[in-house]
């Protein structure tokens, strides 16, 4: 089966450095997503992987391995405001995102 | 700007009536696009595929007589949640990608559906 997995939530410091993991089994690979939710709001477009290694946009970044089904989310400096949920979602063969169940971020000051 | 436009943003509707729900794609045309809900707390469930022209396709679990769509258009597909109940208060987010590879999901805004 197809299956996304990343931690349930986690916890980092304001100014700090977070990643946020996530690993994927996919029926065929056609790249992998991540999405920043807030709550009670739709999720917003962060970063799009299918190449291995690591794409950086400004304080995110995010990494890929297709050989490890692995990939993560790297938020710099952060801020109060990406206290949020981050959603990995990976596309199959078929080009249907599959999604993981999220990772609640809670930033701390 | 939004590429993604849905309607309305909230509704309280009675137990029993039939609300609809909108969702354009504003400057591309979207020949699939995809209706979600999500409870609370939780992560989004795809509850079907809207195809333009053809059938949508609804995920198991997800009654195709109680969540009517449909994708007249290529830019508008609807989601019709008939007889309402109280259980069926949820959140319900529309998609649509301008491709099928790299292309993100463009996220409408989201209804918040509140059935009393």
């Known amino acids: 089966g197809q299956n996304i997995d990343q931690p349930t939530e986690m916890t980092a410091t304001e100014g700090a450095i977070v990643q946020i993991n996530c690993t994927y089994q996919?029926?065929?690979?056609?790249?992998l997503f991540w999405y920043q939710q807030h709550a009670g709001e739709a999720p917003t477009f962060l970063s799009y992987n299918v190449l291995d290694g690591l794409e950086e946009k400004g304080r995110f970044s995010s990494f890929l391995s297709r050989s490890k089904g692995y990939s993560y989310l790297l938020l710099k400096e952060l801020q109060m405001k990406d206290s949020a949920s981050y959603l990995c979602?990976?596309?199959?063969?078929?080009?249907?995102?599959?999604w993981g169940a999220g990772t609640k971020l809670i930033i701390k000051p | 700007g939004a590429v993604v436009s849905q309607h309305p943003s909230r509704v309280i509707c009675k137990s029993g009536t039939s609300v609809k729900i909108e969702c354009r794609s504003l400057d591309f045309q979207a020949t699939t696009m995809f209706w979600y809900r999500q409870f609370p707390k939780q992560s989004l469930m795809l509850m079907a595929t809207?195809?333009?022209?053809?059938?949508?396709?609804?995920e198991q679990g997800v009654e195709k007589d109680k969540f009517l769509i449909n994708h007249a258009s290529l830019t508008l597909s609807t989601l019709t949640v008939t007889s309402a109940h109280p259980e069926d208060s949820s959140f319900y987010i529309c998609s649509a990608s301008r491709g099928r590879g790299a292309s993100p999901l463009h996220f409408g805004n989201g209804t918040r559906l509140t059935v009393t």
């Open positions: 809207s195809n333009e022209g053809s059938k949508a396709t609804y």
């Open positions: 996919t029926s065929g690979f056609n790249g």
């Open positions: 979602g990976a596309k199959d063969s078929n080009y249907q995102l599959i």
